[in-house]
């Protein structure tokens, strides 16, 4: 699955210190599955993943820490981005009434979207009116009548007339009516229709609606390019109403919408109730694409797997005492770090001390340590009190040093090792306090 993909190759990315773009090519490449398998658009996909690609292949990524949770959140913040970054408001002009229709395919849930947005308006403020300019379907103006009810606006039906003279006559109505805002329904066909776009054109032109808005079903698959753009070319339209995303899709078609069109998206329709037209929020939906719940538990649980790690080995610690292993771990986690002067640099104000120091940092002392430390057998690493001056000249042979650098480590282990003694009594009396209760 994908889960298990990104799963993959995120464990592997956070082994490393350092990425390699063979690393980055290979997490791009699970990136465009996810992206593809939630249906965006391959034109825009192919076109996401060279820009994201790029971003990811500064040194300031490559090298950084956490190269793996880096490259998650440049592709997030790209496809933020591409999904426009700040939420969508309706905006409305000064005209009595405003007027809104909607457009979109049969069964793309304008007929819904128009009583949603009759109900929100509606707990605006605002007295909407919805005009029921479908009159292809049958019982299409009924299903609006009885929907319009339920929420307490009325509904504007003008049986028999031509679709054009209905959405004109609503508008009269509302004027009469004091109604502020009308909402027109239009017909949808199930493909583009040369007869349906040159009539929501007529419509359009007839009553000059202060916005267009484009009803599209989060399921369309990459087909929604063709539709969107043919929309874009006849009707235009100011917005984008991403509809059934309660459903299991993804909603990539809202991405290749927004990135095709550069229409931004308004609002998401979230089931088939009239509360459920929600903002639309470019973060959250940049998630669902991206399968990111999921991806987010991944770098959520690999940061608990390290704590707990380290917590274990802090038990273990001061239950056993700190051995020559534990030296070596630690060390290899500074250097992990960037060594000292990767670690001063992080701190505040380290930089400044580095300057200081004119950058001087003898790392070397890592490697001789760590020569020592391998040059030592299992037993004395785990128990350095038995290494004598004998085993000290054997290591010290081992690991290309002198048997004073191997004192030098003896007791910096001493310095460490009375420390973890210190930190087991206070744990014992501690533990001790607890049971006396
Ligand atoms: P229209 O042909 O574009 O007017 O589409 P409708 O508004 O009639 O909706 C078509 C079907 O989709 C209806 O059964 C709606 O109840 C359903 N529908 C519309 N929007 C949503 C939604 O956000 N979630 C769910 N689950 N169903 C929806
Ligand atoms: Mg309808």
């Known amino acids: 699955s994908l889960s298990d993909r990104l799963n993959n190759t995120f464990d592997r990315l956070r082994g490393k210190g350092k990425l390699t773009e063979a690393d980055i090519t290979s997490a791009m490449r699970d990136i465009r599955m996810a992206l593809l398998e939630a249906d965006v658009n391959f034109k825009v996909v192919k076109d996401f993943v060279a820009k994201t690609k790029e971003r990811c292949m500064t040194a300031d990524v490559m090298e950084s820490l956490t190269p793996a949770q880096n490259v998650v959140k440049i592709v997030l913040d ?254 290899k986690a500074v250097k992990k770090m960037g060594g000292m002067k990767g670690i001063l640099g992080m701190l505040p104000g380290g930089q400044k001390l580095l300057n200081q120091m004119g950058g001087n940092l003898d790392e070397s002392v890592f490697a001789k340590n760590e020569a020592m430390i391998m040059s030592m057998t299992a037993e004395e690493r785990m128990r350095p009190s038995i290494i004598n001056g004998q085993r000290r000249a054997r290591i010290a042979r081992g690991s290309g040093t002198t048997p004073a650098d191997v004192n030098q480590l003896m007791k910096q282990w001493g310095e460490m090792n009375k420390m ?4 087991r009594t206070m744990a014992q009396q501690a533990g001790a306090g607890k049971k006396g209760k």
């Open 78 to 331: 790209e496809l933020t981005e591409l999904l426009g970054t700040t939420e969508s408001k309706l905006v409305f002009s000064n005209r009595i009434p405003n007027v809104i229709m909607l457009v979109g395919l049969q069964g793309s849930g304008k007929t819904t979207a128009a009583v949603k947005l009759a109900y929100l308006l509606k707990k605006q403020g605002r007295s909407p009116l919805l005009a029921a300019c479908d009159v292809y379907r049958p019982a299409a103006a009924d299903q609006l009548a009885t929907l319009g009810g339920e929420i307490g606006v009325p509904v504007f039906r003008g049986d028999g007339a031509h679709p054009v003279q209905i959405a004109q006559d609503a508008v009269r109505e509302a004027i009469d009516k004091l109604r502020d805002v009308v909402i027109v329904d239009t017909a949808g066909r199930l493909q583009i229709d040369e007869q349906m776009m040159q009539e929501a054109v007529d419509i359009k032109r007839a009553v000059k609606p202060d916005q267009v808005l484009m009803v599209v079903d989060a399921m369309t698959g990459q087909d929604i390019v063709n539709v969107v753009s043919t929309f874009a070319e006849r009707t235009d339209f100011d917005g984008v109403i991403i509809s059934k995303l309660d459903g299991d899709a993804r909603g990539g078609g809202a991405l290749s919408v927004r990135a095709v069109t550069g229409k931004p998206i308004k609002f998401v329709s979230m089931g088939e109730k009239p509360d459920s037209l929600e903002p639309f929020y470019p973060d959250r939906m940049a998630k669902r694409i991206l399968g990111m719940g999921d991806v987010i538990g991944i770098i959520e649980k690999a940061q608990e797997a390290a704590d707990a790690e380290t917590v274990a080995s802090a038990e273990r610690m001061l239950r056993e005492g700190f051995t020559m292993n534990d030296m070596l771990e630690q060390m």
């Open 420 to 423: 973890m003694s210190r930190m």
